[in-house]
């Protein structure tokens, strides 16, 4: 695609533009600095605050930026007195019912008001009317209001719509008196607090670390999200160990997410430095008996010994090797060197619920990043609600649609939040999903396709019709719900549906932050997977080391299995069920405490690093596995260094070759893997299981008629999310307290049931 | 320090949110969707419809407000966002006669806190309060567009104009 070239002359400068680009960006570009309040880049424009103003030759008035489009043989200039004047007049204006107290707010150091005042505010202040005056207050467990610090800059209410959808907080009231709340006083929505972050003064301040610490007095350490597979970039602001909260704001990271966070990935971090870190390597003597601490060479000598007499007894086969898909690159790397090159093993498996290997091992076009995403034409999604488990996904679906104009095509059995997008919805019988691969396929099976989805014919028609229309990429994406052949099938589509002027791009969602890594380092094609490594306990498989816990649906209905087991080690943070069965049990670190990487759905490999000394005694997982092959007899030789696994994992795995951290150091431009696209083959075996599977399929469950709840996956509390006081009170509900002044956890005790309620157990 | 502050009308005070929307007869229904049909998007018609609601219940309530969200496939707080912005639409219970002031500047130069100081002293509350017996309201407005006979106030829909203390007195006299 060319773009039309245009100039512009900003302070006697020329500058060449693409047409339709926005005169303040391309002066902040060109280094022209452009103060500015309410722009806010891919929001709707807002022209509030007038900080932006510049003088553009032949229009009457002085302009403001950030609403003016370029056009060719525009001259502009950004600096005079009379613009100076009016800024300044505009800061004065801002301050007339701004409390002048930035002392005791807790934006005070990182606030954008503050910066403007120094820059362009008076000495005095002349307003000597009343000031407005409003109690600060809570708007929900997450979110406190301090509402006279307001400028009115309506940055929160445009990403609470524009990014969420949600439309849970807008601008009540009236000229002086407008407030920033909701109606009722009570914030109903995810929690994600893009509204914190984007808000430029204290108004809308993180409830969770309130009070709690100076942002000058942090060390900001960027860093990727531990939770879902899309990878934001954060900003980890540690004091004297502890972790005391999670950013995105731009002037710390500027990763693929912008200031962009969901609930888990802002608030979600408490855990950490929870005082329910297990603090000890510990050691259970006796089978029935109790953990005793131990020290780490003891445990580790422990562990080694056992594992060295059941590989003799049982064979090496016997022993089985399990990664988390939370673990870095570099943990599970080497968690798999360990089980093939040292134990020998074939019986190595990742507690993922979700296995791509068959869709990877397929790939026919590379997988989209989130700014494609932003920018595509059509997007189709095969199941999945990427609002609830990878929102920063569902957030560029939004744009795309709403910015973008991009048409987006559902095939879901429950109508999800993410519909009132979509240009198509198709509202299918639950585990019809596969059959959606057929019809993208083609139309001859469209007759049995309609029939077990429940749907009409045309539907099907329609959905090939858009994309055959497109033009630009169309973005093909699909949860855990296909099969094997259906997503081999799928990964080849793409040579298919693809044109001169149509690009195929996939999006798998997986559900964690280093699925993809997992993959990528090849522990998932073991010669079992858990579900069938759990069954085998006792019979093939003696003895199980495993970084992490399994999941609580893969131990459901097999609640024996990790008994009969003649040994179990566990890497973990917390007591979970499956360290209740363990022999021995290690202190891993979590992210904020070590160094490495993870690989996100867009196949980007984004640095982990270090924040925090490790809590308690516990060590990075690569470190443990290292010790414990040291003292099995084999040397690894990375020493502490988690970048030498790295350089080991550019010389083995292909598509991370030539990597190095140092190439991964600028977050704003991250390395996409380069997975190996397979060269076009025939599919027709594998459509042809795809549709005798669709066509022994069930046709009596019903459609789901009900539209989920705002954070009914976002709210479950699982092992980490556990540990937030705030999440308990939205898992049960988000019951509003009698008063909005003081903190909810101060007012609302859970009852028991609410609280067994909110728990479902962890992954 | 408490002389320097003015408190904001308390704009969202805790509500209770009732379970279920407020209902309306088969002819009120038909009404709103007489309204409904004039517009393309939805949305557009929220500012008719709470005329309607606020004329059926007397005041936006949560009943009404969750009423209008979900016929207007919108949520509750954009209902708040519009119905906070305009002073004919109330979000809370006012009394039989809702005595709008103009306080803009060509009434407020002609003698308004005169007029206001009058009405309240009759009435024995401040302006945003109602009278215990639930007669009377009497709230601050801005420009009602009659400065021509400056100063004036608007009881419900009509027009008092040109007025005086004295006049004050009479009007609400002779009120029913
Ligand atoms: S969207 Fe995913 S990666 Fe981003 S903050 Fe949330 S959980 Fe973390
Ligand atoms: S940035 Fe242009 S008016 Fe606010
Ligand atoms: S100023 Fe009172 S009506 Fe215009």
Redesign the interface.
């Known amino acids: 695609m060319t773009q039309d070239v245009i100039k512009v002359t900003i302070n006697n400068k020329d500058i060449q533009v693409p047409k339709g680009a926005r005169l303040i960006e391309v002066c902040r570009d060109s280094g022209f600095d452009i103060p500015s309040f309410c722009y806010y880049s891919d929001l709707a424009l807002q022209a509030s605050c007038r900080m932006c103003l510049v003088r553009i030759e032949k229009m009457p008035k002085l302009q403001t930026s950030c609403t003016i489009t370029c056009t060719d043989g525009m001259v502009v200039t950004t600096q005079s007195e009379e613009i100076e004047k009016a800024q300044r007049a505009m800061v004065e204006f801002l301050l007339a019912n701004h409390p002048l107290d930035c002392p005791v707010c807790d934006r005070g150091g990182e606030c954008e008001l503050q910066e403007m005042a120094f820059d362009w505010g008076g000495l005095e202040e002349r307003f000597t009317e ?5 109690a600060e207050r809570y708007l929900s467990p997450m979110v406190a209001n301090d ?1 006279q610090r307001c400028i009115l800059c309506k940055r929160c209410t445009r990403v609470c719509d524009e990014w969420m959808g ?9 000229g002086a ?1 407008t ?1 920033i ?6 914030l109903d929505c995810s929690q994600c607090g893009n509204c914190i972050e984007v808000c430029p003064t204290g108004t809308l301040l993180d409830a969770t670390y309130r009070h709690q610490a100076r942002p000058w007095e942090l060390a900001q350490t960027v860093s990727t999200c531990t939770y879902c597979s899309d990878g934001c970039q954060m900003s980890l602001g540690a004091r004297g160990g502890e972790l005391m909260r999670v950013v995105a704001r731009d002037r710390y990271v500027n990763g693929l997410n912008g200031e962009f966070l969901c609930i888990k990935g802002r608030f979600g971090h408490p855990f950490v430095n929870h005082e329910a870190r297990i603090r000890t390597p510990m050691i259970r003597y006796k089978k029935g008996g109790k953990l005793i601490p131990a020290t780490w060479d003891d445990a580790i000598r422990h562990v080694a010994s056992k594992l060295d007499s059941i590989a003799n007894k049982h064979g090496r086969n016997s022993i089985g090797i399990v990664g988390s898909p939370r673990l870095t690159n570099e943990a599970l790397y080497l968690l798999k060197k360990f089980a093939t090159d040292l134990i020998g093993t074939d019986n190595y498996a990742v507690t993922d619920s979700v296995n791509l290997t068959p869709f990877f091992a397929n790939l026919g076009a590379p997988l989209a990043t989130h700014r494609d995403i932003r920018y595509a034409k059509t997007i189709v999604l095969i199941g999945g609600e990427p609002e609830e488990l990878q929102p920063l996904t569902g957030k560029q679906i939004r744009q795309a649609v709403r910015n973008g104009g991009a048409r987006l095509i559902i095939f879901n059995s429950v109508p999800i939040r993410l519909r009132e997008q979509a240009s198509q919805f198709i509202h299918i019988r639950p585990g019809a999903e596969e059959a959606a691969v057929l019809a993208l396929a083609g139309g001859a099976t469209d007759s049995l396709v309609s029939r077990k989805m429940g749907i009409e014919t045309a539907e099907l028609e329609k959905v090939r019709g858009t994309i055959n229309e497109t033009e630009g990429d169309l973005i093909i994406m699909f949860d855990g719900s296909l099969s094997a052949a259906a997503q081999s099938a799928l990964a080849q589509l793409s040579y298919l549906l693809r044109a001169d002027n149509r690009r195929v791009l996939f999006h798998p969602l997986p559900l964690y932050n280093n699925s993809i890594g997992a993959l990528d380092m090849g522990m998932t094609n073991g010669a079992i997977d858990v579900t069938q490594m759990l069954d085998a306990a006792g019979r093939g498989i003696r003895a199980v080391c495993v970084a992490g816990s399994f999941l609580p649906e893969q131990l459901r209905g097999r609640e024996e299995s990790l008994a009969k087991l003649d040994f179990l080690m566990v890497q973990e943070l917390f007591e979970t069920d499956t360290t209740s069965f363990a022999d021995v049990v290690l202190p891993a670190a979590s992210f904020a405490e070590i160094d490495g990487t993870f690989t996100n759905n867009d196949g980007f490999v984004q640095r982990v690093r270090q924040s925090i000394p490790p809590v308690n005694q516990s060590k990075a997982d690569w470190m443990i596995t290292d010790q414990l092959a040291r003292e099995l007899g084999v040397e690894f030789g990375f020493g502490m260094s988690a970048s030498a696994v790295f350089n080991e994992i550019a010389m083995q795995v292909p598509g991370y070759a030539g990597l190095r951290y140092p190439l991964l150091k600028d977050e704003s431009k991250p390395v996409q893997v380069k997975h190996d696209i397979a060269v076009q083959r025939d599919i027709s075996n594998e459509l042809e299981t795809v549709r005798t599977a669709v066509e022994q399929m069930d046709e009596s469950p019903e459609k789901h008629n009900d539209t989920p709840d705002v954070g009914h996956e976002l709210f479950k509390i699982r092992t980490l999310t556990d540990k937030v006081a705030q999440f308990h009170l939205l898992a049960a509900g988000n019951p ?1 307290p009698e008063s ?1 002044n003081v903190s909810p956890l101060y007012q609302i005790t859970l009852s028991d049931d609410l609280r067994a309620e909110a728990v479902v157990a962890g992954d | 320090m408490s002389q320097q502050l003015t408190q904001i009308r308390p704009l969202s005070q805790p509500v209770h949110m009732p379970d279920e929307p407020a209902t309306f007869s088969a002819a009120v229904e038909a009404e709103i969707d007489g309204h409904l049909a004039k517009y393309p998007v939805k949305r557009s018609a929220i500012l008719p419809l709470m005329f309607i609601v606020q004329r059926e219940r007397g005041y936006l309530d949560p009943a009404g407000v969750l009423y209008l969200a979900n016929r207007l496939a919108l949520r509750v707080t954009d209902i708040w966002e519009v119905a906070t912005f305009y002073s004919m639409i109330q979000t809370r219970p006012v009394g039989k006669y809702h005595i709008q002031i103009c306080k803009t500047l060509s009434c407020k130069i002609l003698g308004e806190p005169l007029i206001t100081e009058r009405v309240c002293k009759k009435l024995g509350i401040k302006p945003g309060e109602t009278t215990a017996d639930g007669r009377f309201t009497v709230s601050m407005v801005e420009c009602l567009g009659s400065c021509g006979t400056a100063p004036m106030f608007q009881i419900n829909f009509d027009y008092h104009e040109n007025l005086t203390p004295e006049k004050v007195d009479r009007i609400l006299d002779s009120l029913p």
């Open positions: 009343k000031k407005n005056y409003y509402p949600e439309d849970a907080i807008e601008a009540g009231g009236r008196n407030v709340g909701t109606y009722g006083g009570w509003r909005l």
